[in-house]
């Protein structure tokens, strides 16, 4: 056998399978403090869903359907999600052993994690870069403490397995284009933020579609599978738009209402977001950064500058039909669907770091290599690379001594709260703690006061005042009381603005409206529900013969006076 052309590139390739082993333990070593940490806050909404841990062949078909129950209340339509969640529910969860299965839940984050970095070193290499620097700028990524949210947050496994099937894609997309393919829409399926891997992708296609002739069979063959994941995008995009139209989910305020001010937030959330790549800095759970509302906010200008920056070196790098282009293009297609323009509670998270980043450091690494190129004479090119390399283990050390450190946070919902009121003093999260501290010293005008800011603010999760122990002093004054009706009143007016309802959604109602004392319209979300069918039958059932008999008990007195 003749022996390839390039030495280096099959030194390369036998040290693939040593970097992944070092990315798994560097994975586990990092975020070993996670482990022994349970559900936390939205988990119980994706995990415990009752349609996820009643997965069946039967059940998959209501996972494909955009409107269907099971679709609509996880919010998304991205059935791979509760598919995964729930395999890990049948082969992990045990009752009598709740720390294992913590641990096995934590593992495969961390494993998923793990394939998405040594996939994005493979995909730096592949568009030129030497292993060392690929090597780095995948254990970049692995490391990064912004990632943190998405792999130690159980319910966040769509992030990795959603950015890992999309870069696998974008590896298979010039010799193997139908296995990109169906890696593409299984990566639009788990999460639709990965959308950003389209125009990386039709990018790439055009760079090797220069200078060859339009009529080539190559060029022809690869822009007819591009044509191919134009349409796997429309038709799944139409689906989540049909899910998120008709969810319970929908859409919150603006950022700000004076439009000029929202535009202006949404650039300096892409400085944040920057800043954050670039450093770690700014790092929370649950953020909530304050809009831009002067024209000289610094984030603003940072974010404004930045998104000049990143555009000149884009159409630069088109220009010379490069394909470092398709990665400058990847940060902002990511940015694109979290940037509020369709609002969040929290408009700003760690985890929406997780698809812009490996476009930025490709995009570093790829005009790095250029500028090396040009500006280094070539007999100190040898040094360059040795110290930039001391930069990137500098780096790495930084970020996982970062990462190791945020991990432990991601044990309890309450340190978690505690790390966004430190970020955010004047965030939901603040104001919550704050109450609870309120109510343990029985102070009810300063808890309802906190309280009432966190509902301005569009936090809903009433239930937590009804189960906390903290608010166990107050729990019974009247004005608490009034303040959960209040609470409850606010689910049942968003409610009607839904379109379609799901039993999850019509138990709430039914719970909201009895809260209220309206015990005819809680009769009849509760009968809708039955009516409806779904895996809450069993619960239902006993809760609408006992709402039956207090309605009757109710006319009863009534006709007694």
Known sequence: MSEPRDPELRRAGTQWPALFLVFALLGVAVYAPSFPGGPISDDM???MNPWVRGLSA??????????SQATLSLNNYAPVRPILHGLQWKRFYDESDVPATNRAYHATNVALHVAASGLLALLLAQVGLPFAAAAAGGALFLLHPANVESVAWLCELWTSV??????????????????????????LLSKPQVVCVLPVALLRQWAWSRGAAPSAPAVRRGWLWMAGWLAVFAAITAAELVTFFESASGARE????????????????????????????GVAAFQQPPPALSWLDPWWLFGLVATVAITALALRAAARGREEAAFWVWGPAAFLPVSQIFPFLYPFGDRYLYFMLPGLLGG???AGRELLARAVPAASRPHARAALLAVAA??????GWQSHSRAAIWVSEDRVLLDA??????????????????????DLDGAIAHLELCRARGWDYYGHLQQHPAFEPIRSAPRFQRLIRDFAGDLVERASKTRRHTQLDLRDIAEAHRLRGEIPQALAALEQAVALGGPLDRDLRPQLVSLRAQAARATAAQESR
């Open 364 to 366: 570093v690494l790829l």
């Open 58 to 67: 039967r059940s998959l078909p209501e996972l494909f359907d955009p409107r």
């Open 394 to 399: 500098l780096a790495c050390a930084w970020f």
């Open 421 to 442: 009121a430190r970020r955010w003093p004047d965030g939901v999260p603040a104001h919550l703690i704050a109450a609870r501290r309120a109510a343990l010293a029985g």
């Open 254 to 281: 603006p950022l700000h209402p004076d439009a000029f001010v929202q535009a202006r937030t949404i650039v300096a959330f892409a400085g944040r977001y920057l800043a954050m790549a670039a450093t770690g800095y």
């Open 162 to 187: 959603a950015l890992a099937l999309g870069i696998g894609a974008l590896l298979a997309q010039r010799r193997r284009p139908a296995l990109a393919l169906v890696l593409f829409a299984l990566a």
């Open 45 to 47: 909404a994706y995990l």
